[in-house]
């Protein structure tokens, strides 16, 4: 069981918006801004999209956009594309472990 | 561009070591950061074992650190893992990982390679 809950599944049509959650305590994504979001393409590189709750790297689609409310962090992925279909997995820093805790991911499914 | 790639071997015999190699291009390992490994067991989330700073600094999943070493060859800019006294509970995909501690993020991650552990 993982540290972090997400859903195990989300699904949107192309053009939509879905938002993907994830859902700790004040150990974590609560009680610091240290939340990450990485896109995993089976058989490739996971990839970081979203770093310190909102910060996008250099590269990155604004399309994604990230956002904290009390112990849930939230990825939002708006005018959603066919690439954008992937596992999403979420990543806080958490109390006395630096290496941080993960979700469980998100399979996301573009119709 | 950073890149990591991971290799060693596929199967690995119960009470036995794994042993994979991370090679780094587009970036020296000793010019900062730290470095590191996650694993996906299959159906199961991601787990870190660990992670280093080339001077020595070392950071472990407290659940797996008596049977870690990691270890850096900065001649070849490249760095290992080793896992001792491997079960089935082993098997997973292994990610070598460029870590940012102060910000708990891994910014570079290699595609992963499969390893079963397996009679």
């Known amino acids: 069981q993982s540290a972090l809950t997400q859903p195990a599944s989300v699904s949107g049509s192309p053009g939509q918006s879905i938002t993907i959650s994830c859902t700790g305590t004040?150990?974590?994504?609560?009680?610091?801004?240290?939340v990450s979001w990485y896109q995993h393409h089976p058989g490739k590189a996971p990839k970081l999209m979203i770093y310190d709750v909102s910060a996008r790297p250099s590269g990155v689609s604004n399309r994604f956009s990230g956002s904290k409310s009390g112990n849930t962090a939230s990825l939002t992925i708006s005018g959603l594309q066919a690439e954008d279909e992937a596992d999403y997995y979420c990543?806080?820093?958490?109390?006395?472990?630096?290496?941080?805790?993960f979700g469980g991911g998100t399979r996301l499914t573009v119709l | 561009q950073v890149q990591l790639r991971e290799s060693g071997p596929g199967l690995v015999k119960p009470s036995e070591t794994l042993s994979l190699s991370c090679s780094v291009s587009?970036?020296?390992?000793?010019?900062?950061?730290?470095w590191g490994w996650i694993r996906q067991p299959p159906g199961k989330g991601l787990e870190w074992i660990g992670s280093f700073y080339h001077s020595g600094n070392t950071y472990y999943n407290p659940s797996l650190k008596s049977r870690v070493t990691m270890s850096v060859d900065t001649s070849k800019n490249h760095f290992s893992l080793k896992l001792t006294s491997v079960t089935a509970a082993d098997t997973a995909l292994y990610y070598c990982v460029r870590f940012v501690p102060e910000e708990t993020v891994c910014d570079y991650w290699g595609q992963g390679t499969l390893v079963t552990v397996s009679s």
């Open positions: 990543s806080s820093y958490t109390t006395g472990n630096i290496l941080g805790v």
């Open positions: 587009g970036y020296s390992i000793t010019s900062g950061y730290y």
């Open positions: 004040s150990s974590d994504v609560g009680g610091y801004n240290f």
